[in-house]
């Protein structure tokens, strides 16, 4: 069974990351999931079964995940299911659920977050916003001046403002703290 699934739940561990002989990153931690119901006759919310998925990310989600994500982190996951049977040394058998990653990320239904763009692979030229020049013709550690002049800016549809009162608004904007 391989199915493309998302899957909302909190990490009920620390990720575990390790490097095949290879070279490939892999990371790995497990997903509580819980359904929650609101029980008119009691009045209360209530919580259904928990549902534990095993979850691998690899390469740079790997990476990224090691250093992002930890024990009791509210999550959305979306990858492909894998469902296995498996029996060990004992004759114990049991049912693997597990997800093979294709993008993780916080569930901002419980806090807020704020993303750092990395650099090198995935990056560069395949982003079209990344290292193009800001629109005063100069190039710009500003994260927001590339994608202004590739993607516009408030300053362009300011009307009747000068363009030092946009560029003003616009690090207001960015300034803020939401």
Not at 31 to 55: A, I, M, Q, S
Request: glycine share 12%.
């Amino acid at each position: 069974m391989s199915e493309t699934i998302t899957v909302r739940g909190f990490l009920g561990g620390e990720v575990e990351e390790f490097i095949t002989p290879q070279g490939l990153p892999i990371s790995n931690f497990r997903l509580g999931c819980t359904p929650r119901r609101y029980d008119r006759k009691t009045e209360r919310w209530v919580n259904g079964d928990t549902n534990w998925y095993t979850v691998s990310a690899f390469r740079q989600l790997a990476q990224n995940v090691k250093s992002s994500l930890h024990k009791g982190d509210p999550v959305l996951v979306t990858g492909r299911l894998r469902v296995r049977q498996w029996e060990n040394d004992k004759g114990q058998r049991g049912t693997s659920v597990e997800i093979d990653a294709e993008a993780i990320g916080h569930d901002l239904t419980f806090g807020s977050g704020s993303f750092t763009r990395l650099g090198g692979a995935g990056s560069g030229e395949d982003n079209p916003r990344a290292g193009a020049e800001s629109p005063a013709g100069s190039s710009s550690d500003s994260p927001s001046s590339a994608a202004d002049s590739v993607w516009g800016t408030d300053a362009d549809d300011a009307q009747g403002q000068t363009q030092e009162q946009a560029q003003d608004q616009s690090q207001e904007k960015e300034a803020a703290p939401f």
